[in-house]
């Protein structure tokens, strides 16, 4: 998911260069929704990782 959110952000950062902004700004907005939703979920998981670490010992 953090591979798409790059992708969007390289394609927002040279639409913009080249003028076209509302591609840009489109790309831009799904980079970080993209990061967001990948953020969310590493948090998550790192939880439920430490609290099945703690249940083993």
């Known amino acids: ?9 390289v394609i927002s950062i040279i639409a913009g260069a080249l003028g076209f902004t509302g591609v840009s700004a ?4 799904l980079s970080k929704i993209l990061f967001v939703v ?8 790192l939880v439920l990782g430490l609290m099945a670490g703690e249940a083993l010992f």
Do not use: D, E, T
């Open 1 to 9: 998911m953090l591979k798409w959110a790059l992708i969007f952000l």
């Open 26 to 29: 489109a790309a831009g907005r």
């Open 38 to 45: 990948a953020l969310i979920i590493f948090i998550v998981l």
